[in-house]
């Protein structure tokens, strides 16, 4: 699996942990689809392809201001829960920084 691959993946991990478990939502809020399509987009457009560092280590900030806001608040929700919820990508994730 190429590295945006790995990363796609763990964006929807959290961003479907997120809104399972603090929105308490079955199926993807439309918000929540949204931030999916969005960072996948971003991500398949990304300059470095399979060099790319994770997010937070990047150069290039491509989120749109509302978008990085509404991650920021994804990401510091559901990083601390994807060790229970989905340790091996954690892990890696954790492991690339």
């Known amino acids: 699996m190429s590295r945006i691959e790995q990363e796609k993946k ?18 993807l809020c439309p918000q929540c689809k949204e ?8 991500l398949s457009h ?8 994770t997010c ?10 509302e978008m ?4 920021r608040k994804v990401m510091k929700w559901a990083g601390p829960r994807m060790l ?6 954690a892990i890696r994730h954790l492991w690339q920084e």
């Open 84 to 89: 229970l919820y989905h340790p091996v990508t």
């Open 10 to 27: 763990t964006v929807e991990q959290m961003i479907r942990l997120y809104c399972r478990k603090k929105e308490g939502n079955k199926t």
């Open 46 to 53: 990304c300059p470095f392809g399979d060099g790319k560092p």
């Open 68 to 71: 990085k806001e509404q991650m």
């Open 56 to 65: 937070r280590l990047c150069s290039i900030h491509c989120y749109k201001a």
């Open 35 to 42: 931030l999916l399509v969005y960072a996948h987009t971003r």
